[in-house]
């Protein structure tokens, strides 16, 4: 994306009806380490790629507990993330307050993306820099959406957001239609795999990833450092299922232009994908 | 012109007692199962008690919609605790939490009389005595509700340490063990129920200890 006349303000439209700012700050998301969610009928998985500026300073949080049936994972500016995990806490005590029961993760979403929506229409505002894999079982059962910052938000089976995150959808594209019936075990399997291909071959270890799990039966829970150790162990001496990671970064390439940042000229708005 | 009166009261009194002992290593948290209204009973089965967070177990009697909403605030405010402090709140914490939430209704205050018991930071059993608009001690035993007149005379007696020449009086966390001191609080509702009318039908005793939470009930009369 190049400077342009039409985005210094979200409130201007350019002549091919789009809202630069709102672009600028999906790519702000982009911009973030990797995020990804899968689910099966009864679990949802959120990893992420922890990575800290500096030997001396301690790691981003990007895994929030919402509630017990829900939980989210950022990417982009964690500051924002920080905040609307704060809001939607907030949106599911008082909704279970008002109701006696767990707000349904459909709703929230919907909430979320409208705030976001707002953020996109007012001249003294911006957009919020992160995306949002929000993670939840209801009573329709298992869930995991995506928000963006321009107040869309969408269903996944599976789904990778953040930097180098295009080598995770990959490895996530071929094996997603077993997730539906997979076991927990196997849903964190494919999470740790699916951030090790992000990783673009540096090793995987627990101090570097952060892995959450809900599911029917098991509330909403970060797994502790020595357990991912020990299921990163397991299934490394299996032997690994490897996506060349060569092949990997050659699909980044390709889908890269088609796909993700698309320039000015070409093709949909992305945010209307 | 003489001064207006309301012709209803948005508060009733259901009656009922509760009782809290502290140990030196765990805590007693009692409360009769009899709802009641006016003359009538309601029913014999609603518990008085309810767990406010690991180590802190709340008793009130007094008006029960009150005293739900009470703890429907305190149950929310507390999971907005452990989201931001990542850990359970301790017993004093939560001591001063319902203290501020009854003092901010001073001018239509929850008709709630609460008795706060738990475990401290050391795990000694401690307990809070509150009235109905957030005044709070803490104690090493006490007894609100209707037959807590009856109650808290035997307590003093049974466990106030007992030199009267010794001023001020300390009734200190009793060095009583964990089941004399439930014996003592089944003692105390049976002898409340002879003659308090709101107080009956059964007894919910919550022990709290490092091991956890215990409950048992035990039948009192049902006149």
């Given amino acids: 994306m190049f400077r342009n006349q039409y985005d210094t303000d979200v409130t201007t439209w350019s002549p091919a009806g789009r809202l630069f700012q709102v672009e600028y700050a999906m790519e702000a998301v982009k911009q973030g380490s990797a995020a990804i969610g899968l689910r099966s009928r009864t679990h949802v998985v959120l990893a992420c790629v922890n990575k800290a500026n500096n030997e001396l300073s301690s790691h981003q949080k990007k895994i929030f507990k919402v509630d017990d049936h829900i939980g989210v994972a950022i990417a982009g500016l964690t500051a924002d993330g920080r905040v609307l995990s704060r809001y939607m806490r907030s949106e599911c005590v008082n909704h279970a307050f008002t109701y006696e029961s767990p707000l349904p993760v459909g709703r929230l979403v919907v909430q979320l993306a409208d705030k976001a929506q707002v953020c996109t229409q007012r001249s003294w505002k911006r957009p919020y820099g992160v995306g949002l894999l929000v993670a939840g079982l209801d009573e329709s059962g298992a869930h995991l959406y995506y928000n963006c910052p321009s107040g869309n938000y969408f269903e996944y089976q599976a789904f990778a957001i953040g930097s180098r995150s295009q080598a995770a959808k990959t490895y996530l594209e071929r094996r997603f239609e077993n997730f539906m019936d997979s076991s927990r075990d196997d849903l964190v399997k494919d999470a740790l795999i699916a951030i090790r291909e992000t990783l673009q071959g540096e090793t995987l270890k627990s101090n570097i990833c952060t892995v959450a799990v809900v599911g029917v039966g098991e509330p909403f829970h970060i797994l502790d450092q020595k357990t991912v150790q020990q299921l990163i162990d397991a299934f490394e001496i299996v032997g690994e299922e490897e996506p060349p990671a060569a092949e990997a970064e050659d699909t980044a390439d390709q889908e890269t232009a088609a796909g993700e940042g698309a320039p000015a000229e070409e093709g949909a708005a992305p945010m209307d994908i | ?223």
């Avoid at chain 2, 005044?135 to 007696?157: K, W």
């Fill in chain 2, 1 to 223: 012109m003489s001064k207006q009166q309301a012709n209803w009261s948005p508060y009733d009194n259901n009656g009922g007692s509760c009782v809290a002992i502290a140990g030196r290593d765990y805590c007693v948290i009692a409360a009769d199962t009899r709802m009641s209204t006016g003359y009538s009973i309601l029913t014999r089965d609603y518990s008085k008690i309810s767990k406010l967070a690991d180590k802190a177990v709340l008793a009130s009697s007094g008006f029960q919609a009150d005293i739900k909403a009470l703890q429907k605030h305190l149950a929310a405010r507390h999971l907005i605790y452990q989201h931001q402090h990542n850990k359970q709140m301790s017993c004093p914490a939560m001591a001063q939490l319902l203290s501020n939430t009854l003092y901010y209704k001073r001018f239509f205050p929850y008709y709630a009389f609460n008795v706060l018991g738990g475990l401290d930071n050391e795990g000694k059993g401690c307990v809070f005595t509150y009235d109905a608009v957030g005044s709070y001690e803490r104690v090493g035993y006490s007894a609100q509700g209707s037959g807590s007149t009856l109650i808290m005379p035997f307590l003093d007696n049974q466990l106030k340490t007992p030199s009267p020449l010794l001023l001020p009086a300390q009734d200190a966390v009793t060095p009583l063990s964990e089941l004399e001191a439930v014996d003592l609080v089944k003692t105390v509702f049976v002898s409340a129920t002879e003659r308090d009318i709101y107080t009956g039908d059964k007894v919910e005793i919550v022990i709290l200890n490092a091991e956890g939470l215990r409950r048992e009930f035990m039948d009192l009369r049902k006149d």
